[in-house]
């Protein structure tokens, strides 16, 4: 079954890719070292099923190509990696008859596997899933909000 350029895999079939690291598990995965549930693929990127799922339908995506983090994503990829994550936020919550999804990465705090990878889970209302995973808080005033909105705005500034 095709999705415009992408393929909807079935089973452990993977393309074998030249370059990738050979010491990353998701690495191997795109290279067809390490099998894998694979849901979608296309020439940039690659879906396959968390083997530790938050809930059953939780996938992982990723590019093809080793990139540890999304700033060290090239930005040819950008655009196709987020129309997959678009379509997986939309196939997922369908597949398994759920109304959302929660869509998310990590850049290296949390990444337990050091090559870019967006989560997309399906979620229900009252799924056990609590906030966000960690305590929020509040910013002390509106003057400390101002801030460290400031401090993003330029470090912003000096990376553009």
Known sequence: MNIGAVAVGRGTR???V????????FCEIASGEASA???LEDEVSLAFLDNRPLFH????LIPRAHHETLGDLPDELL????ANARLLSQAIPEAMDKPGSFVALNNVVSQSVPHLHVHVVP????????GFFWPRTKYGSDEEMAE??????????RSG
Do not use: M, Q, Y
């Open 123 to 130: 979620r229900k209302k009252k799924d056990g899933l609590r």
């Open 14 to 16: 993977v393309a074998r």
């Open 148 to 157: 460290v909105a400031e401090r993003i705005r330029k470090a912003l500034s």
């Open 79 to 82: 655009g196709r990696l987020f």
């Open 37 to 39: 549930e694979i849901v």
């Open 57 to 60: 339908g939780h996938a992982l």
């Open 18 to 25: 030249p370059g990738n690291s050979d010491t990353c598990a």
